[in-house]
């Protein structure tokens, strides 16, 4: 069973859970831009000469992976917060609650803006109850 948060102690995890978006956004940035390198790349391969773009083709592979531990990792401690991911784009996370007597869902989600913010704006909301 789920350890369910009041709204206090649910607001109390907000700095914890920036910190882990702003993991989870870095890392997400990175397998993005890699996966798209890593393409690119492979594309000039199979049109050019395959033999100088294989170390490259490693070292990506090499560092998507350093990442995609990464990202496992913070949704891993996630999960040990009794939290859980809902969405990665955009970051949405789970806090089951209680809300006078009732079981609710607390939500913290990362909010876009027209010209994306180097920090990450957040909010909190309460879900409808959870029967």
């Known amino acids: 069973m789920a350890l369910r948060r009041s709204i206090q102690e649910a607001e109390t995890l907000m ?5 882990i978006a702003l993991e989870i956004k870095d890392r997400r940035h990175s397998i993005s831009t890699l996966r798209s390198l890593r393409s690119e790349l492979s594309q000039k391969a199979s049109r050019v000469s395959p033999e100088g773009f294989e170390g490259s083709l490693l070292e990506i592979d090499k560092k998507l992976s350093i990442h995609q531990k990464g990202l496992d990792n913070a949704i891993a ?3 040990s917060l009794g939290l859980s991911l809902h969405s990665i784009r955009p970051i949405v996370i789970h806090i089951p609650g209680l809300h006078k007597g ?3 869902i607390f939500c913290w989600e ?6 994306e913010d180097p920090q990450l704006s957040d909010t909190m909301q309460t879900l409808d109850s959870v029967e």
């Open 77 to 79: 401690e996630l999960k």
């Open 110 to 115: 990362e909010r876009f803006h027209v010209l």
């Open 102 to 104: 009732e079981k609710v």
């Open 15 to 19: 700095p914890l859970l920036q910190a």
